[in-house]
């Protein structure tokens, strides 16, 4: 079973950066499309990023220009590097997995069900104004 493991989520300033990682136990340089999701209190879960295999990257329109998302191949491990951070971030945030050659369209937001199989516990970011 694959298993993911999130950390880095912490309790920031607005226009504060924090780093979250996932390490996984899959090996990401396989053709995996893997992604980051968070949810808010009383708001559905919703995509962030996305990065396949190739590290082709795709991020929801609020988190453009702010949230990079890369991985570490060699150390199994996806980041989600976070700047400018704004009291709307304020989330759970999650790391998801799916064995597949290419992540799924934004076209307007990514749901969380139906494509990734694997799930991570998630680690809470807050952000204070």
């Known amino acids: 079973q694959v298993q993911l493991v999130e950390s880095g989520g912490d309790s920031v300033q607005a226009g504060g950066s924090l780093r979250l990682s996932c390490a996984t136990s899959?090996?990401?340089?396989?053709?995996?499309?893997m992604a980051w999701f968070r949810q808010a209190p009383e708001k559905e879960r919703e995509g962030v990023a996305t990065?396949?295999?190739?590290?082709?990257?795709n991020y929801a329109d609020s988190v453009k220009g702010r949230f990079t998302i890369a991985k570490d191949n060699n150390k199994n491990t996806l980041y989600l590097q976070m700047n400018a951070l704004k009291p709307d971030d304020t989330a759970m945030y999650y790391c998801?997995?799916?064995?597949?050659?290419?992540?799924?369209?934004?076209?307007?937001?990514?749901?969380?069900?139906?494509?990734?199989?694997?799930w991570g516990q998630g680690t809470q970011v807050t952000v204070s104004s």
């Open positions: 998801a997995l799916e064995f597949a050659g290419h992540c799924p369209p934004y076209r307007g937001g990514w749901r969380p069900g139906g494509f990734f199989s694997f």
């Open positions: 990065i396949d295999a190739d590290g082709n990257m």
């Open positions: 899959a090996d990401t340089h396989s053709n995996t499309c």
